[in-house]
Antibody, heavy 121, light 108 residues
Framework: EVQLVESGGGLVKPGGSLRLSCAASGFAFSAYGMNWVRQAPGKGLEWLSFISSGSIYIYYADSVRGRFTISRDNAKNSLYLQMNSLRAEDTAFYFC??????????????WGQGTLVTVSS | SYELTQPPSVSVSPGQTARITCSGDALPKKYVYWYQQRSGQAPVLVIYEDTKRPSGIPERFSGASSGTVATLTISGAQVEDEADYYCYSTDSSGNHRVFGGGTQLTVL
């Protein structure tokens, strides 16, 4: 069974930093691209970042480029999101989502349960 | 940055047809996907590659795309279809993913 479990969320002051982790199991993690998606409470889904299976291709949404850094450790089956210069508007649930492989129907075919990041003084 | 635009809300009575639009400049060249998200749950794919329906999704869900506008249609909407619906696609480079702002569907 595919499982994605996020951790690392919490309360942080504006301007602070936080590192999120996503532990993957039940599939060949090193063969899949991965994404981070967030959802502010009561708001819509926002794609944040993608990293290819071998970390060669990395893309960011404009809203986080230059502040957030996506990375992965295939040996540890883990995905990370380093978040710096946090703002109140970064308050949200953060989800990792597996990128569906080419030829499959679902571009985001597995999701974690999310971890809450709250940016407040 | 690239954006997909959806109406914030759509409301229909049970049995009526609900249509949710998604507009974006790259849609003539890029597929759109539609996700349903019920409160507190992970998104579920209901339409892929503009018009295709995954197995297990009721036939009342259909998709269409013409020019810069994609449309999700729920024919004979049911109360259980009440949810938020998001379109999802990429920019013209194919690199940057993007969700539409989401549409809250009310069926009552």
């Amino acid at each position: 069974e595919v499982q994605l479990v996020e951790s690392g969320g919490g309360l942080v002051k504006p301007g602070g930093s936080l590192r999120l982790s996503c532990a993957a199991s039940g599939f060949a993690f090193s063969a899949y691209g991965m994404n981070w998606v967030r959802q502010a409470p009561g708001k819509g889904l926002e794609w944040l970042s993608f990293i290819s299976s071998g970390s060669i291709y990395i893309y960011y949404a404009d809203s986080v480029r230059g502040r957030f850094t996506i990375s992965r450790d295939n040996a540890k089956n883990s995905l990370y999101l380093q978040m710096n210069s946090l703002r109140a508007e970064d308050t949200a649930f953060y989800f990792c989502a597996r990128e569906g492989q080419r030829g499959t129907t679902d571009p985001l075919d597995s999701w974690g349960q999310g971890t809450l990041v709250t940016v407040s003084s | 940055s690239y954006e997909l635009t959806q109406p914030p809300s759509v409301s229909v009575s049970p049995g009526q047809t609900a249509r949710i639009t998604c507009s974006g400049d790259a849609l003539p060249k890029k597929y759109v996907y539609w996700y349903q998200q019920r409160s507190g749950q992970a998104p579920v794919l209901v339409i892929y590659e503009d018009t295709k329906r995954p197995s297990g999704i009721p036939e009342r869900f259909s998709g269409a795309s013409s020019g810069t506008v994609a449309t999700l249609t729920i024919s004979g909407a049911q109360v259980e279809d009440e949810a938020d619906y998001y379109c999802y696609s990429t920019d013209s480079s194919g690199n940057h993913r993007v969700f539409g702002g989401g549409t809250q569907l009310t069926v009552l």
